[in-house]
């Protein structure tokens, strides 16, 4: 069993930064794939980010290339989600995500455990 905690959403203005963390207890957190998601009122769950067990390897949406960068500290147990320029159709709640291989993976159901949730809102 792994329980993932999402931290640091806010409301922020377009173009401003935030940085979601996500702090993970349960497993062995390094040998863990993880990944964000995010799912916006209305909308599907979408994929964000992920990232591989050594960290070596980093996958990104389209929509977040350039702006975002997905990091983990495996000594903290935790992953983090840089946001950068953000806009407000990044506005959705974020969810951390980990599963029980390695690899980094753009796929949602392939993800075992889930967060709750926090959320980011950007104003126009």
């Known amino acids: 069993?792994?329980?993932?905690?999402?931290?640091?959403?806010?409301?922020?203005?377009?173009?401003?930064?935030?940085?979601?963390?996500?702090?993970?207890?349960?497993?062995?957190?390094?040998?863990?794939?993880?990944?964000?998601?995010?799912?916006?009122?209305?909308?599907?769950?979408?994929?964000v980010a992920s990232i591989s067990a050594s960290g070596a390897i980093a996958k990104?949406?389209?929509?977040?290339?350039?702006?975002?960068?997905?990091?983990?500290?495996?000594?903290?147990?935790t992953l983090y989600l840089q946001m950068n320029s953000l806009k407000p159709e990044d506005t959705a709640v974020y969810y951390c995500a980990a599963r029980d291989l390695r690899v980094a993976t753009m796929t949602m159901n392939s993800f075992d455990y889930w967060g709750q949730g926090t959320q980011v809102t950007v104003s126009s």
């Not at 990104?60 to 147990?77: C, E, M, Q």
């Open 1 to 47: 069993q792994v329980q993932l905690v999402e931290s640091g959403g806010g409301l922020v203005q377009a173009g401003g930064s935030l940085r979601l963390s996500c702090a993970a207890s349960g497993r062995t957190f390094s040998s863990s794939g993880l990944g964000w998601f995010r799912q916006a009122p209305g909308k599907e769950r979408e994929f």
């Open 60 to 77: 990104y949406a389209d929509s977040v290339k350039g702006r975002f960068t997905i990091s983990r500290d495996n000594t903290l147990n």
